[in-house]
């Protein structure tokens, strides 16, 4: 074997090696700022006029986690998901029942609308601040009255 072909051989090598360790930085780092644990679901509440639902850490199935509402792609409100959601933990989904949130939405203006719940989740200690969306976003219509209509998918 010559040495063109050896040099070519550690090239080949090397880039190989490269490639392997860019692509356990990249998985590491996305399963570090969007960590798979997060489960959730949310649905309109047109009696209420509210956005409902419930949020779970797997990683951290005892904590309370932060959820974020958005409504036509703007922030609404944020809260704890912490109300008492019985079928959530009969289901499996949480070692206990207290992972619900209920958002009281007003003054929305007539028309459709797209809700999203996010459940908001710090890494790096603290050095980083991601959103995780939870469920599919809901659709709803509000009619000239204020009343609140389910909508399936648009």
């Not at 949310?42 to 419930?54: D, F, K, L, Y």
């Not at 200690?125 to 000239?144: C, E, H, I, N, S």
């Amino acid at each position: 074997m010559n040495s063109s072909s050896k040099l070519t051989n550690i090239l080949i090598g090397k880039a190989v090696i490269e490639t392997l360790l860019v692509g356990v930085i990249a998985v590491g780092s996305y399963v570090n700022m969007f960590p798979p644990t997060f489960h959730g679901w949310g649905e309109v509440i047109p009696q209420t006029r509210s956005i409902a639902g419930w949020a779970v850490n797997n990683a951290s199935p005892w904590d309370r986690i932060q959820v974020q509402l958005f409504i036509d792609n703007k922030f609404y409100a944020t809260q704890a998901a912490q109300l008492s959601r019985p079928d959530v933990n009969a289901a499996g989904w949480a070692r206990d029942q207290w992972h619900g949130y209920n958002f009281e939405v007003a003054d929305l203006k007539p028309g459709p609308h797209e809700a999203r719940v996010y459940a908001a989740h710090d890494s790096g200690k603290g050095a980083r601040y991601t959103l995780q969306l939870l469920g599919d976003p809901v659709q709803f219509d509000v009619d000239q009255n204020g009343a609140w209509r389910k909508v399936a998918e648009r």
